[in-house]
């Protein structure tokens, strides 16, 4: 009986996983990532996770699950950081995986139609980048077999990300700057002072059009690493344009606090995504 369920379980893993599934590779390593398939659910969304780590640390490993008893499908993407490759690489490398995986939706069977990317942290911050920035020329990049597919997303969840780098440090606290500046500077190359034109490009808040997919913004009150500001601006810019767009303040919570992955916020972003997902 004890072997019997031990097969049973494993042939449900087999189903429900899929570990890193090659979805590019660079001069210098493949490129992988972690699918996860609802039990029960006949083409379902698909969340890409986009791990934070201020760039230059974390790894597709341990994302969260908690949608994936909604009947969402979750891919966990690795992605350069910065101590490999500056910036655009990590936005190279992610809407390759977008690629990948929308190229791959028949034989995964989720929707290529509902792609929705949720970040946390420097996570947050390139999933808010690469959702307002579908089609954008310097930021497509040329990795991976299937560029003639669409890196598009139709919903965007960012968490406590940085929006825009040329305001972020004079917003920070002296915590804030000793975490941001240098890890900053890793991902530009360059001090961000420096390069502000390549600041702009990599901050979200400079590339919102009318054409952007809804987005959840979520960020603690005492959060010390990211002001809440980042949040604001982010938030600001798609209601100028009239964008569908959600702001949840979560009091108390600092950067990275279990609350935003509670039962209660899985409800909240499932809430959102079923209203503006076909």
């Not at 028949?106 to 579908?134: C, E, K, M």
């Not at 560029?147 to 965007?156: D, N, R, T, Y």
């Not at 919102?208 to 600001?236: C, I, K, M, W």
């Amino acid at each position: 009986m004890l072997l019997l369920l031990l097969l049973f379980n494993f042939h449900l893993m087999a189903q429900n996983e899929y570990k890193n599934l090659v979805y590019a590779v660079t001069e210098d390593r493949e490129l992988l990532l972690d699918l996860y398939l609802p039990a029960d659910t006949e083409h379902p969304p698909l969340i890409i996770w986009v791990h934070g780590g201020a760039w230059h640390s974390g790894a597709k490993e341990d994302p969260p699950k908690g949608m994936l008893n909604k009947g969402y499908a979750l891919a966990s993407v690795d992605y350069r950081l910065s101590v490999e490759a500056p910036f655009p690489a990590q936005a190279h490398d992610i809407k390759a995986a977008i690629r990948f995986l929308r190229a791959n939706a028949g034989r995964y069977a989720y929707r290529p139609d509902q792609f929705i990317i949720w970040g946390s942290s420097a996570g947050g911050h390139l999933a808010a980048l690469i959702g307002v920035t579908n089609g954008h020329a310097a930021l497509e990049g040329q990795l991976g077999d299937h560029l003639s597919e669409s890196s598009s997303v139709q919903a965007v969840i960012d968490f406590y990300g940085p929006t825009n780098l040329t305001s972020i440090l004079s917003q920070s606290t002296p915590h804030g700057i000793s975490v941001r500046a240098p890890a900053m500077a890793l991902l530009l190359g360059r001090p961000v002072e420096q390069v502000p034109e390549l600041a702009k490009l990599a901050s979200p808040v400079y590339q919102v059009d009318t054409d952007d997919p809804p987005l959840f913004l979520a960020h603690g009150d005492q959060d010390n690493q990211v002001p809440v500001n980042q949040s604001l601006e982010l938030y600001g810019e798609y209601k100028k344009r009239g964008l569908s767009v959600e702001l949840e303040f979560v009091h108390g919570a600092g950067h990275g606090s279990p609350d935003y992955y509670q039962p209660e916020f899985m409800v909240k972003l499932d809430q959102f995504l079923k209203k503006h997902l076909d």
